[in-house]
């Protein structure tokens, strides 16, 4: 498998101020992760580049975008109660959602199989018109618009960050061609993500979120995926996967309460694997150093085909709230292109 890979000391110039949870170390980490398991040199480099204006305003209000340009640069503040910013983070911002682009590209037009950028700052919670929950620019979307305008049909959106990804589930609830799936922690921040937020209008059925109570682990993410995700995968039938790759469901992830390991997160990079599309992996979310560096290499491992990193956890041992919300998911989607492919999917 050719996989290409972004990790650059620019990222490290969004700097966190003392005693919140984001830490650049954290890119540190999966470096030394990624050289340990040799995977760095099995891969091709991504060189990160700034977005353009034109790139962003795809799925920004081109009026955000321009305040965000005029006001953060070489200043120090907040732009909500959650998210910072220091004198460089407009250009790690922009940086960050130049490689997502890259990496898209690249994986798009078959240069490589799949690809992974490893940056900051996240994007998930980004909205059209709002930057919140640490995230400036909506990284993933920028790379699904930019994916679009190369001409792929459709794109699809797979987020397993604990935290629900409003900005991106906003920035194309009326989509038909991108479909956001989302398996997170609820109630939880940001407080969306209910089993009933599937669209409207012509992106009607092209949202699906799963969410879980506290305390699930790898035997009901598997589930989510094996009887909700893949299927619908499989009918939406994508020109190219894009993973919002938050690791913060890892147990010992301080912010969160979900029970998944770096052997989890491979088993469910796998199980997208297998589709045989495209597949381009972003970092979102994750606050445990070691836990994010693991995920993230075990995450590469996958997308350069190994398949022997773990079994994944049978489907049988599933809890019965998540198969019980994956049947909420399923009665929700009634009436929606991809629902038929759903059958069986509340079954434990």
Request: glycine share 8%.
């Amino acid at each position: 498998m050719r996989t290409a890979l972004c990790l650059d000391e620019i990222f490290l110039e969004h700097e966190a101020p003392p005693g919140h949870p984001e830490r650049p170390e954290r890119l540190q980490a999966v470096a030394r992760a990624l050289e340990a398991h040799n995977l760095r040199a099995r891969t091709t480099p991504l060189t990160p580049r700034a977005a353009t204006r034109d790139e962003l305003a795809r799925v920004h209000d081109p009026r955000f975008v321009d305040l965000l340009a005029q006001n953060v640069p070489g200043r120090v503040g907040y732009l909500d109660p959650d998210t910072y910013f220091s004198a460089r983070s407009w250009d790690a911002a922009c940086a960050a959602a130049g490689v997502a682009v890259d990496a898209a590209m690249a994986a798009l037009t078959h240069e490589v199989d799949h690809a992974a950028a490893f940056v900051r700052p996240p994007g998930h919670h980004a909205e059209s018109r709002r930057a919140m929950g640490f995230c400036l620019l909506n990284n993933v979307a920028v790379a699904v618009a930019a994916a679009r305008a190369r001409g792929a049909q459709r794109v699809a959106i797979v987020d397993w960050d604990v935290h629900h990804g409003n900005g991106t589930q906003e920035i194309f609830w009326r989509d038909a061609n991108v479909l956001y799936l989302s398996v997170h922690q609820y109630p939880f921040y940001p407080g969306t993500g209910a089993n009933q937020e599937i669209g409207e209008g012509e992106g009607r059925g092209y949202t699906i979120n799963v969410p879980l109570p506290a305390g699930m682990g790898e035997p009901e993410y598997a589930h989510v995926f094996d009887r909700i995700f893949v299927p619908a995968l499989r009918a939406f039938e994508p020109d190219l996967i894009v993973v919002s790759a938050g690791y913060d469901a890892h147990r010992a992830d301080p912010l969160a309460q979900m029970e998944l390991d770096a052997k989890s997160y491979f088993a469910l990079a796998v199980r997208l694997r297998a589709l045989e599309r495209p597949l381009v992996a972003i970092l979102e979310g994750g606050y445990d150093l070691d836990a994010v560096a693991a995920s993230a290499s075990a995450t590469v491992d996958a997308l350069l085909g190994a398949e022997a990193l773990g079994r994944p956890a049978p489907d049988a041992a599933c809890a019965p709230a998540a198969a019980r919300s994956c049947a909420r998911t399923v009665a929700a989607l009634a009436g929606t292109p991809l629902v038929d492919a759903l059958a069986g999917a509340g079954t434990a």
